[in-house]
């Protein structure tokens, strides 16, 4: 059985990270420093805002079920090392 992606990941209590699909395009659009690139996925924070989710990870739409799973993966390790330090920035 195929596994689709789940539409959020919990890394703590307070701290969660949604997972949603995007077109090539909209994956571009995000990282518009970076047009030269091919974008499969992209983690992108929201520490400024106090009462949002930690981010979202995009993943490629057009991407199969395993390799959506390998980009969601490849993210998630993006996540977890800034959220990880944006934690102990904020404790201090």
């Excluded at 047009?35 to 739409?61: H, P, Q």
């Amino acid at each position: 059985m195929k596994r689709r992606l789940p539409p959020r990941i919990w890394l703590g209590p307070h701290f969660y990270v949604k997972v949603e699909l995007a077109t090539a395009k909209a994956l571009l659009a995000l990282l518009e420093d970076e047009l030269d690139k091919v974008v499969d996925g992209v983690w992108i924070s929201s520490f400024e805002d106090e009462d949002a989710n930690m981010g979202t990870i995009y993943v490629c739409r057009a991407a199969g079920i395993q390799k959506r799973w390998a980009i969601l993966r490849h993210e998630l390790i993006h996540a977890i090392h800034d959220i990880d330090d944006w934690s102990r920035v904020k404790a201090l």
